[in-house]
């Protein structure tokens, strides 16, 4: 159904993108290698497994039939906080941000954005979240008590994928300080960690592939605690379907998708960078920081435009803007983001 012609150039660079990069650290890619073999076994066994022990009432039949029929309801839909405008575009369709997607513990083959259909075996609730590094004590909570418990509310945001497409998309949910506040991180905590759920009985690619699941990415504390990261609950009012990272994933609008954890079942506090996820994977083409910026070049593709997604028969090239539209909010943290047009580099 909601399928997106794309030019042949976009397709390729979507495809090739993870895989290829893959290829260039050469430890990784032995490992990756040893890790195949063993990978390709268990995944044909885990398929059969789970065709025949699962029934055709658990399959999705559309995009928007996957949210979680057990998701907290209450406070749905939220009142928009109208501090973050984006006066210069549409909203993107409801339907195009749910059948449209990067889930790579879903997939990661073929054709990448198809995840919905994949997400019948997927039980986001319940969910613990575990708490713990440098924090006053340890602490454990109900993914959906958090939920219940947050005083939600509606943003508008720009989401703009390292790929070069972006959607606008109402996300409703909590600022990320409100849940870092209950975590209570001690004053020398640096940065912080975030885990997304790895459960491969019910996510179909989380084994016998490339990648080494949990998802896992960070921030420093200041950007965590900048009045534009938020956690979002759910996404047109309604909440999260599961293939957009129900039942709590990271928005950060002014960074590349791949910050943007789903699922997030662990956070840890921790005095120095740590690593992430896309940056272990292809150090040379994907940072830490990971601001949107059209001034710096990913090393295989211009960033200075991209296509913004309405609906799924339309979309525009738009010109990318720095910290994507963000640089009021978010200027002071980066001095030394480039302003100019510069070779690529990670950051
Ligand atoms: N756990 C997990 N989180 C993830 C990803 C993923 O593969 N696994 N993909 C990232 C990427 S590349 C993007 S662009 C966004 C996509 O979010 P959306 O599908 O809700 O638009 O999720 C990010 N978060
Ligand atoms: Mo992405």
Not at 301 to 318: C, H
Request: charged content about 25%; aromatic content about 12%.
């Amino acid at each position: 159904m909601a399928h997106i012609h794309l030019p042949p150039g976009w397709q390729g660079r979507e495809q090739d993108a993870p895989d290829r990069s893959t290829y260039e650290n050469r430890r990784t890619f032995i490992k990756k290698l040893g890790m195949g073999t063993v990978g390709l076994a268990a995944g044909t066994s885990l398929g059969c497994t789970s065709d025949g022990g699962r029934s055709a009432a658990d399959d999705p039949t559309g995009p928007l039939d996957t949210i979680p029929a057990n998701a907290p309801r209450e406070g749905y839909p939220a009142a928009r906080n109208n501090a973050y405008p984006v006066p210069e575009r549409e909203t993107s369709s409801r339907l195009i941000t749910s059948s449209y997607n990067n889930y790579y513990e879903f997939k990661h083959r073929g054709d990448l954005k198809k995840v919905w259909p994949l997400t019948g075996d997927y039980d986001p609730f319940p969910m613990t979240l575990a708490v713990g590094g440098l924090v006053e004590e340890e602490q454990t909570f109900d993914v959906a008590q958090i939920i219940r418990s947050m005083a939600l509310e509606e943003r508008l945001y720009r989401f703009r994928c390292v790929e070069a497409w972006s959607l606008t998309v109402p996300w409703t949910g909590f600022p990320l300080r409100d849940l870092i506040d209950r975590c209570k991180p001690l004053s020398r905590a640096t940065h912080v960690r975030f885990f997304s759920v790895n459960r491969p009985k019910q996510m179909p690619a989380a084994t016998g592939g490339y990648y080494e699941f949990p998802y896992y990415e960070g921030l420093r504390m200041d950007e965590a605690m900048n009045e534009l990261a938020f956690v979002a609950t759910g996404v047109y009012g309604e909440p999260l379907p599961k293939q957009n990272g129900s039942p709590l994933r990271l928005v950060l609008p002014w960074k590349y998708g791949y910050k943007n954890a789903k699922a997030i079942d662990r956070i840890a506090f921790v005095d120095e960078e740590p690593p992430t996820f896309w940056n272990d994977e292809a150090p040379s083409e994907y940072g830490f920081l990971s601001n949107v910026n059209p001034n710096v070049p990913h090393p295989r593709w211009s960033q200075a435009q991209e296509e913004f997604l309405v609906d799924e028969d339309t979309k525009r090239e738009v010109d990318t803007q720095i910290f994507n539209g963000y640089d009021e909010w978010v200027a002071d943290l980066y001095p030394e983001e480039p302003r100019f047009p510069t070779q690529p580099m990670a950051r």
